[in-house]
């Protein structure tokens, strides 16, 4: 099916349909919280409507030196992992934690063969930026000088959804400046928030599942503090994008953050970077997390995307 036809309504199934309607409905019964503060706790626990990954119990944590005390890695390693992918969670800036991505983390394990280390980094509005993205640069340099010793592997990659994404791309470019980008050899890029000024998509978003017009701007508010939106340390949509690693850009089409996704994977490879696009008819904002073959699919495609990374010579 051509890009344009995945669009329509008719290539939307009868089973996200209902999966998206029962997303609507339980939405509709919760009360927002006051607050970001009051948000963490329910947001972390599925109670905000976006339910988490099952926690592994095989999951380990370590502490490494941050630029402003210490920063938690959260690993989930096979026994010899092929490589690992440096995760970075989403949550507007402001919300979510580095232990609600552990079932699709170890589906990246099983499927892809590597190790996932996922940073807790620090949350606006009490850190604004650049915390976040001092912390998640503090982890891919902790990683590009321990993970032979680690791991027993030393090939990487890094990724996140939504706001995460838009600190693994501001991670890759701070590293690229350092002249450290090379160590990475894959970005994958889970809906986006790359532009915190607000692309077309997500200016015309009304009462979308988690994010619209209405909300976006407090959350950009809360991340930015005195920083100009489209400041390209800020917004990855506007940074110098060039020499970066392979991209995998996944999107559902009535996401509010379309836009983003989009505009990044056709500037990434206008800097000369390969970037593939995976769109999911009728996917939802954070709609990896939901069930349905829809969610599975993209899953399995991101998968599929690390493991042909890890591949490469």
């Not at 089973?15 to 607050?35: C, G, I, K, M, Y």
């Not at 990683?143 to 600190?167: K, P």
């Not at 986006?192 to 976006?216: I, K, Y």
Request: negative net charge; contains cysteine; hydrophobic residues 40%.
């Amino acid at each position: 099916m051509s890009n344009h036809e995945l669009f329509r309504p008719k290539a939307i199934s009868s089973e996200t349909r209902d999966v998206n309607d029962r997303l609507a409905a339980t939405l509709a019964s919760l009360t927002p919280p006051a607050d970001f503060a009051a948000a963490r706790g329910p947001y972390s626990q599925g109670g905000t409507g976006l339910p988490p990954f099952p926690r592994s119990p095989r999951a380990r944590t370590l502490d490494i030196a941050g630029p402003a005390g210490p920063v938690n890695l959260r690993i989930l390693a096979p026994e010899k992992p092929r490589g690992i992918y440096l995760h970075i969670h989403g949550g507007g800036f402001t919300v979510g934690s580095n232990d609600t991505w552990d079932g699709l983390l170890e589906m990246f394990g099983r499927e892809a063969g590597v190790a996932s280390v996922s940073v807790e980094y620090r949350l606006a509005p009490e850190h604004v930026f650049p915390a976040a993205v001092d912390d998640c640069v503090a982890a891919a340099l902790w990683l590009i000088d321990h993970a032979e010793a680690e791991f027993g592997a030393s090939r990487l990659a890094i990724g996140g959804e939504s706001a995460g994404a838009n600190l693994a791309v501001s991670t890759l470019v701070r590293l690229r400046d350092m002249g450290r980008g090379r160590a990475f050899r894959a970005a994958n890029l889970l809906f986006g928030w790359f532009d915190l000024s607000s692309t077309p998509s997500a200016r015309a978003s009304s009462g979308t599942p988690f994010v619209d017009h209405a909300n976006l701007p407090h959350y950009a508010a809360a991340y930015a503090g005195d920083t100009d939106l489209r400041d390209p340390a800020l917004s990855a949509l506007y940074a110098d994008l060039s020499d970066l690693p392979p991209a995998f850009v996944t999107v559902g089409t009535i996401d509010p953050l379309l836009d983003d996704s989009l505009f990044m994977h056709e500037r990434w490879q206008a800097a000369g970077n390969s970037s593939e696009l995976a769109l999911y008819p009728g996917g939802v904002h954070g709609f990896n997390a939901l069930e349905g073959e829809l969610a599975r699919a993209a899953n399995e495609g991101m998968a599929r995307f690390l493991d042909r990374s890890f591949n490469v010579s």
